[in-house]
């Protein structure tokens, strides 16, 4: 049970196979329907950890399972990538056979493998490189290419290029498809220049997940073990992830794990307790290491109180809460009525450098609007704030 339970989630790596990956549909079709029109490319944003990746593999895997679909390969930007590097790393995934044909009284043709990066010339890559080489494959294969972590890539040319390269695919119509995908809140903050190529590129917005989809990810993975869980623990669980599926994996899989440690195959609340103390231990050393940085100080206390009750605070659709939105959960914390003024000092300390820059603050001053600056912290400190008993499930619940 426990190698299933392993297997059943995937707290730390993407989601590959179509029978884990929950809900997401309308994204899914919107992938496939573009990836087989000509002179249609997209770009898929939304905030760290919400799903882009998993949303990009399982579309591989969905187009890799038919003999005609396209053929799709996907490459990762890093930091230190350009325009040239990203496309070498795409081509190199594309590969075709060629016959040479070969010498001698009775010449027999040879086929051999090779890459379409071997085809590239030395030196840097032009969107123009780029267009023969996609041009010369469609004749017999519509290629999909995947360009993940696109926000990493740094320099401003190297995203003009790609927003030329879209152009100039989807004028000729050339049978090739590329799709952006990054962490960014809108399209803009991607590819500054999207407006040239505005209609050639669907926008494909992954929100958090509901609810519903994370109670989704629970059952599917619950299913291949089989264990099953009653409804106040799968509430728990979702409540926790704030639409993060990375948390649903994460106290999903340590709750199964209590469960069977236990001799049972029903994952009760107290499970799920004890799954979120387990979380805690185990959650990510730079999420540990940006809580200490935002938390630490010699005299001063209330920092860990505050940065809970922001984690607490209800937010807009971006992720953003205001100062008056810290006023109840801190309140509750403390247990004692605490007005803005004695906790603004916090907040904007809290997104200054010193403390790592834990939120970000945007808006004008007096409506200055916060929000984590990574969103996977805002769980954790809910998680650790039940796990040292700053506040209790029944509390969480009351303000949720
Ligand atoms: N649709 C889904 N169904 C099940 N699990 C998912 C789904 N989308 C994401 N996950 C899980 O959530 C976590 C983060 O997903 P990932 O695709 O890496 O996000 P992103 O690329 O947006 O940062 C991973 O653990 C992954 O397994
Ligand atoms: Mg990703």
């Known amino acids: 049970m426990l190698v299933r339970i392993a297997a059943a989630f995937s707290p730390a790596s993407p989601v590959t196979g179509r029978d884990l990956f929950a809900g997401r549909l309308d994204q899914l079709q919107d992938l496939l329907d573009i990836a087989s029109q000509r002179g249609q490319h997209a770009v898929v944003y939304g905030e760290r ?26 490459a990762n930007c890093d930091g230190t990538d350009d325009y040239s590097s990203v496309w070498r790393k795409v081509l190199t995934e594309v590969t075709f056979v060629r016959e040479i044909r070969g010498t001698g009284f009775r010449p027999e043709a040879k086929k051999v493998s090779k890459t379409l990066e071997s085809e590239l010339p030395e030196g840097t890559v032009s969107p123009n490189d780029v267009r023969r080489l996609l041009t010369a494959i469609g004749r017999t294969r519509h290629v999909v290419v995947f360009v ?109 794990r209590a469960a069977a440690m236990r001799g ?24 540990v290491k940006t809580y200490h940085e935002a938390t630490s100080s010699s005299r001063e206390t209330l920092y860990e109180e505050v940065l809970l009750a922001c984690g607490m605070a209800s937010t807009d659709e971006l992720g953003y809460f205001a100062a008056a939105d810290v006023r109840r959960p801190l309140s509750t914390i403390m247990r004692k009525r605490y007005d803005i003024p ?59």
């Open 148 to 256: 993940d972590e696109f926000d990493r890539l740094e320099d401003d040319e190297s995203r003009r290029l790609f927003a030329d390269t879209i152009k100039t695919l989807s004028d000729q119509l050339v049978p090739a498809t590329i799709i952006l995908v990054g962490v960014a809140d809108n399209v803009d903050e991607l590819i500054a220049e999207h407006q040239s190529v505005e209609r050639a590129l669907a926008q494909i917005h992954m929100p958090r997940m509901s609810p519903a989809e994370l109670r989704e990810i629970i059952d599917r993975g619950l299913k291949t073990i089989p264990m099953n869980i009653n409804a106040d623990a799968a509430s728990s669980i979702t409540r926790l992830s704030q639409g993060l599926p990375h948390y649903t994996h994460l106290i999903a899989q340590s709750a199964a």
């Open 264 to 287: 049972s195959r029903d994952i009760s609340v107290r499970d799920v307790n004890t799954a979120v103390g387990v979380a805690v231990k185990k959650a990510q050393e730079s999420i």
């Open 342 to 400: 004695a906790f603004a000092r916090h907040l904007n300390a809290l997104s200054e450098k010193e403390r790592g820059m834990v939120l970000q603050k945007a808006g004008l001053p007096r409506r200055f609007r916060y929000r984590f600056n990574n969103p996977l912290l805002a769980p954790y400190v809910i998680m650790r704030g039940l796990a040292d008993g700053r506040i209790s499930s029944a509390q969480l619940e009351q303000l949720s």
């Open 49 to 74: 950890g919400v799903g882009k990746t998993s949303l990009a593999t399982v579309a591989t895997t969905v187009l890799g399972a038919f003999d005609d679909a396209p053929m799709a390969v996907r």
